[in-house]
């Protein structure tokens, strides 16, 4: 019997010193201030870090660019394309406007090609 309660005396010492060390991460509180090794170590490991991360930080920012200036180009192609469209329709609209006026009226059409023959005679 004397083992359980050294069992449970270990475990309330363990919970104790949790409670102690979380609580003092949660206020701020430090048990020991770093000294001149620790903060060395730590500009180390910065700056290796640093060796590592910007290198990464250019290439996604490089890729983000890339990815802009595709989707750029390629809105512009689509406008160019409707642009194209738009301009094909107009242009075959007044083509079959003047056939529509050839084929309502011949005389318009006779006219038309003695018009263009005019200059070569």
């Known amino acids: 019997?004397?083992?359980?309660?050294?069992?449970?005396?270990d475990v309330?010492?363990?919970?104790?010193?949790?409670?102690?060390?979380?609580?003092?991460?949660m206020t701020g509180s430090q048990s020991?201030?770093?000294?001149?090794?620790?903060?060395?170590?730590?500009?180390?490991?910065?700056?290796?870090?640093?060796k590592d991360?910007?290198?990464?930080?250019q290439?996604?920012?490089q890729a983000i660019y890339a990815e802009y200036?595709?989707?750029k180009k390629k809105e512009q192609m689509m406008a160019e394309q409707q642009t194209e469209a738009v301009e094909e329709q107009k242009q075959e609209?007044?083509?079959?406007?003047?056939?529509q006026i050839d084929q309502s009226n011949p005389a318009i059409a006779k006219n038309?090609?003695?018009?263009?023959n005019y200059g070569a005679e």
């Open 32 to 50: 020991q201030t770093p000294t001149a090794d620790d903060v060395a170590k730590l500009q180390k490991n910065e700056q290796e870090f640093k």
């Open 12 to 25: 309330a010492e363990a919970a104790a010193h949790v409670g102690g060390s979380l609580l003092g991460e």
């Open 69 to 71: 200036a595709a989707k």
């Open 93 to 99: 609209l007044n083509e079959a406007k003047k056939q």
């Open 1 to 9: 019997m004397d083992d359980g309660g050294s069992i449970v005396s």
């Open 59 to 61: 290439a996604r920012i």
């Open 53 to 57: 991360a910007i290198p990464e930080v």
């Open 112 to 116: 038309r090609a003695e018009i263009k």
